[in-house]
């Protein structure tokens, strides 16, 4: 075998969300609770079918026009008004943020993000060559005012400045925190400012268990500086792979061109189409929120109950929990001890983009149930133990 | 409206394969013939239905392993062996192909393709950034004498040698060419000597007119050199948008990395799965096929009476033709004009990816009736007429 010459950006080898040990109960992936994932077959059949001349076919890079306007129906209901033209339909929205990457990234742009943050967007934008703005968060979200201070003195250095900023509004991935009006405002305002692009993350905002939703940021944006990106994975089923990318239209259409796949599958595009023109879409989420309420709630409960040392923001809404654990405990050491005790969950340190406190811990609560979610915990709860007794 | 700072990969705009005006007869584009469009409705109903959990799940980043496994029993059908572990399931060839570039291009590495190529995926290598090393084809295909001493030359001057070559052994887009047994061969070596990486685009293969097979550039592999992408866009349906990548484990796991999706779509990777143990692909693959070759007949055919000045050459299977048109007769002029006139053909210049000789024409045969290309090729005719006589 020929020592093959690889570009940089290959060695950035994440670990797989799909590789997990055999019999581990999984409170680590954001995947579906697969009792709630939806039957779409009269939905297939009519895509398959009465629609094959277009579903069979080469479809347009910027998806379909029937998805496209059923998108700008969808988020209006939401307060985000925009066209057609504004509408890029992607394969989930990793993929969006991904093509907005393309579209503004030189490589050692900076770019603004949250610490922490998703840590799978992370690594894609890592392999863009991404050189991090880290500003950390508080209960109200991204701390803008620090982000403002930065950004004032990279321009007082003459310094350049970021052309990007991700960010999880509602719900973030994986903190679970919120942000707050004030902060939303500040932060579009610090774009108009300082020239750069706002990606807003929104997988998750129609999963609210509780509270006032607040604005978002693409319905607060009236200078067109807010890509939105959205996906059915979260509400619908993962296994579509389709989601959108809201923004001005010089933007989604340089978004398309950097596409390397054809543009996105037609035939699933009809399927997500007749979800959403139905209302089947609507109702679903309803079933995904309820029931991911009662998952929250069993891990908060359980979570207090077998690992009380610990530190868990309760979210208001979305499919991820963070918890701090002591100072000095290491979540990469509980995270590996947890594995031989039969459950899998995230170290924190995947979601620092530079400096990881190194105590912290992800978990998702959506794939098992309330039962396997406790007993889960309880397995933690004595891999918390062990871990302990050994130092 | 801020002035957005776009990189400078975003300013690579082509013309989108899906702009077409209205009402004129395409001549130009590889889109599947409607009459052969599949019916997959009962593979849909058990995707969407037996196989939910599977189907509408988040799937693994390498593709599903039944999927990988059918695609191992189809290769080895054409001589190419290999193990589950050799197979990257993606959404279509050019998605392979871009993440084989993602993989080993660093922007200015040399990249070896032929002159002409392919022209979409052109644009997609521009946008990594790759410095092109053309070479011209003859009726065996790529001049390997002459990729040779290019290559040595670079060596003899301490040059950075190329890391990838791209290209289509098969019937050739936009050419038509298959490469000679022999000419393989001396790629082959070259590639194991200059130690580069050949990406064997397939997608036309198995849609073979007469004549005989030639051993993939993949069936002749010993030393893990060739990346084979392929894609069921040409034998089933483009609107599936699933392909694969055949290589060593180390690359389609890098390749696998690179992917900013989430993974292909696993609803439509298990319907393909389906299609393929039934062995209704291989019965689908022979109607593509017939009806193509009657396509092709019906294209040489009325090109020779409606344009009996242009070189054409007769491809043995595929879906294109390639045209020269008499020197100082220029491609771009024509193609406009031919919109003018209700047909709409390629120029050949997007193929080339440096000097353009300005006179030729792609075509495909694939979307349209034998009737309607017939009609599309009078209308050329008086096209290049109407030039002829203003000039």
């Not at 026009?65 to 066209?83: F, H, I, K, N, T």
């Not at 701090?324 to 405990?329: A, H, I, R, S, T």
């Amino acid at each position: 075998m020929t020592d093959f010459r690889f570009a940089r950006r290959s060695q950035i080898i994440g670990k797989s969300v799909y590789d997990h040990a055999p019999g581990v109960i999984l409170l680590s992936v954001g995947s579906a609770y697969p009792g709630t994932l939806p039957n779409l077959t009269a939905e297939a059949d009519e895509a398959a079918g009465q629609f094959v001349a277009q579903s069979m076919q080469y479809g347009p890079l910027m998806g379909l026009d029937d998805l496209r306007d059923s998108v700008v129906s969808y988020l209006a209901e939401d307060g985000v008004v925009c066209s057609r033209d504004n509408v890029l339909i992607t394969n989930g929205a990793k993929h969006a943020t991904d093509l907005v990457a393309r579209t503004f990234l030189e490589p050692g742009d900076r770019m603004i993000v949250s610490a922490p943050t998703y840590m799978t967007t992370l690594q894609s934008l890592r392999t863009h060559g991404a050189n991090f703005l880290a500003i950390p968060q508080d209960d109200e979200g991204m701390r803008t005012d620090i982000l403002e201070r930065r950004l004032e003195t990279l321009a007082a250095n003459g310094e350049q400045q970021p052309k990007l900023l991700f960010d999880v509004p509602d719900f973030h991935n994986p903190t679970g925190i919120t942000m707050s009006l004030k902060r939303r405002e500040k932060l579009i305002e610090l774009a108009e400012r300082f020239d750069f692009v706002i990606i807003e993350d929104d997988p998750y905002r129609r999963i609210r268990f509780e509270g006032e939703s607040i604005p978002s940021l693409k319905s607060l944006d009236r200078s067109g500086v807010v890509v939105m990106v959205g996906t059915v994975s979260k509400i619908l089923a993962p296994g579509i792979r389709i989601g959108w990318a809201i923004g001005e239209h010089e933007i989604v259409r340089r978004m398309a061109m950097q596409k390397s796949d054809g543009g996105s599958c037609p035939f699933t595009q009809r399927i997500v189409t007749s979800v959403m023109q139905s209302g089947k879409l609507i109702e679903h989420i309803g079933v995904v929120r309820d029931r991911m309420r009662l998952h929250r709630d069993a891990m908060i409960e359980a979570l207090a109950e077998h690992l009380p040392d610990a530190k868990v923001r309760r979210p208001e809404g979305g499919y991820f929990l963070w918890a701090e654990l002591p100072e000095g405990v290491s979540g990469d050491a509980l995270a590996a001890k947890a594995v031989e005790h039969g459950v899998e969950v995230g170290s924190g340190r995947l979601c620092f983009p530079e400096d990881d406190p190194g105590n912290f811990l992800r978990f998702s609560y959506s794939l098992v149930e309330p039962d396997t979610i406790r007993e889960g915990a309880r397995r933690l709860g004595s891999a918390y133990r062990d871990m302990a007794h050994a130092a």
